[in-house]
């Protein structure tokens, strides 16, 4: 489980088994730990994010300040899904 980043209790981060073929880029947001139950948000070509689904029901007002801090840092995101999985799609 590649970490990002972390903001506050949070952390960002993507499953090491994204499938085969590989998902569209995108990150996981748990409260503590990861867990089966996160948030999972598409990131464009552009460097936005898409919301796909809060699972794990973060406040919409917290979530939209990580989203924010999420497409801030999106060069960490791209350089640390393609170190890791050697390649990137986009979800549009």
């Excluded at 090491?16 to 948000?41: C, D, M, Q, W, Y």
């Excluded at 917290?62 to 497409?71: M, P």
Aim: proline share 4%; charged share 20%; with cysteine.
């Amino acid at each position: 489980m590649p970490q990002v980043f972390k903001i506050g209790s949070y952390v960002i981060y993507f499953w090491a088994n994204e499938g085969r073929p590989l998902e569209f880029i995108h990150v996981h947001i748990s409260k503590g730990t990861p867990s089966a139950n996160a948030t999972k948000v598409w990131i464009t070509k552009k460097g936005k994010c898409v919301l796909c689904h809060n699972k794990s029901e973060i406040p919409l007002r917290i979530l939209y300040n990580i989203i924010a801090v999420i497409e801030a840092r999106i060069t960490d995101v791209f350089n640390k899904w393609h170190e890791f999985f050697g390649e990137i799609k986009h979800y549009c």
